[in-house]
C-alpha cells in the first residue's frame, strides 16, 4: 500500500473513532437526561399519591403537571384499563407481564410503544400503574444517529481529501528521494538534492541523504587516492627491488664464470652482491614497519614513554660519531607521552640518522624538546644543504628523494620520512617540515596528550 493511502486510512480511522466517541457520548447523555426527566416525573407523581384514593390523586397529580403521564388500572380479572390518556391522547399498550413487571422499579415497558412505567399494588389484586410515553425521545435519538452517520461520511471524505492534499509535497519529495536513492545505489547520479527550508522531517530526511551522498563521495575519493597510492606505492617497491635484485644476477653471472675473473675483480663482485642485499635488508625491513604501523593504528598505544631519555641517547651519539659538530640542547627532563615504545625509539633514531646521513659532519643541529599547551613539541633543526623549496609544499611521498644528493648510494630506501610521518600519525600528531633557521632542514613534531 501506497504511503500516502496509508496516511489516509490513518486519518480516516481517527476521525471515525473520534467522531463516534464524541457523537455517542453527546446523544447518549442526551437521551438520559430525557429519561432521567421523566423518570423525576414519574416519581415526583408518585411520592405525592394519597394512598387513601390513589387512582384518583394520580389523575389529578397527571392532570395538574400538564404532562405526557398516563394512569391506567389493571384489575383483578387481568384487564388493563387506560384511565387517563397522554396529552397527546396515547394510551398504555404493554401487555400485562410488562406492566406488572415494573412494579415498584421504574423501567421501559412496551414493545411496539414503548414507555417508562411504575406499577404499585393496590387492594383487592388490583395495580395503579403510571407510565410516559417515550417514542419521541427514542426518535430523536435515532434521527441524531441518522446525522451523526452522516455527519461522519463527510468527515471522512474531508479526513481523506485533506490528508492526501496536505501529504502530496512530502510524498513527492519521498519519491524523489527514493529515486535518487536508486540513482545512487547505480552510480548515475551523486548530485545532492536542494533542501527546502522549513522542520519537515522529509527535509530532515534529505538532508541526511545529501550528508550520507557528501560522505560517499569522500569515501570513493579516498578509496580512489588510496588505491592510486598503492598503485604507485607496488610500483615503487618493484622498481626499488628490482634494481638491487638485477646489480645482484649480474654479479652472479659474473661469479659464474669465476675461472677467467681475477681476485681482486672477484673481491669487488662479492662485496658489490653484499651491499645490494644489505640494501633489499634495509628496503624490506622498512616496508615491514610500514605495515606493522598501518596494522597497529588505532589499536592501544599504552606505554608510558620517557621521550626525553629516547633523545638524550641519540644526542649522545650524533655528538660522539661526530665531535667537530655544534649541537644545540635544549631538552626539558622527564617528558613523558603514551604510545608504542618501539616506534618512538625508530622515529628518534630515523631523524638523526637522517642528519648524520644528509648533513655534513661539521654543520650544526638544535634540538627542542618540551610541553605546550596541548600535548609534545619536538623540533630538529640542522645546518645542512636542507631541502628543494616544493618539497615543504607538496608533503611525504614514499620512495621519495627531494633531490639528488640523497641517492640510493647514501644508504637511504626513500621510506625514512614515510616512517617517520606514519609513527607520528599512528600516535594522533603531526609532523611538519620546513627550512631550519641554520638554512638546512626542520622538522617539527608535535604529539597531543592523553589521559592514561
Known sequence: MRLQNRFALIAGAITTIVSLSIGYFAISTAFNSEIQRVDSLITRVSVELDTRDPLSSAVFLADESDSQLIVALLDSSGELFTVRTSKDGKELTASIPEAKSSLGKIRTIGSELRYRGLTFALEQDAYLVLAVPIQDLEGNRNRNIERLALFLAVALLFAFLATRLLTRPDIRKIERLAERARDIASGRNWREEQVARGNSE?????????????????????????????????????????????????????????????????????????????????????????????????????????????????????????????????????????GSLPHIQQLIANIFSNIRRHAPADAPVYVHLGYESQGVRLTVGDGGPGLPHEAYTSGIQQFQRFDTSRSRESGGSGLGMSIMQAIVSEHGGTLTLGPSRLGGLEIDIRIPLRDE
Not at 610500483?235 to 646489480?247: I, K, W, Y
Not at 597497529?296 to 598505544?301: D, E, H, N, S, V
Not at 606505554?303 to 661526530?322: G, P
Open 202 to 338: 522529509v527535509d530532515d530526511l534529505s538532508k541526511a541523504l545529501n550528508q550520507m551522498v557528501r560522505y560517499l563521495q569522500s569515501a570513493l575519493d579516498g578509496e580512489r587516492r588510496n588505491s592510486k597510492k598503492m598503485q604507485e606505492f607496488v610500483g615503487d617497491a618493484s622498481h626499488e627491488l628490482r634494481t638491487p635484485l638485477t646489480v645482484i644476477k649480474g654479479y652472479v653471472e659474473l661469479l659464474g664464470r669465476s675461472e677467467s675473473l681475477e681476485p681482486q675483480a672477484r673481491a669487488r663482485a662479492i662485496e658489490r652482491l653484499g651491499s645490494e642485499i644489505s640494501r633489499m635488508e634495509r628496503l624490506i625491513s622498512d616496508l615491514l614497519l610500514l605495515a606493522e604501523i598501518g596494522e597497529a593504528r588505532g589499536g592501544i598505544l599504552d606505554d608510558a614513554i620517557n621521550l626525553s631519555d629516547i633523545t638524550r641517547v641519540q644526542l649522545t651519539d650524533l655528538k660522539l660519531l661526530d665531535p667537530n659538530r655544534e649541537v644545540e640542547d635544549s631538552v626539558t627532563a622527564e617528558v613523558f607521552i603514551l
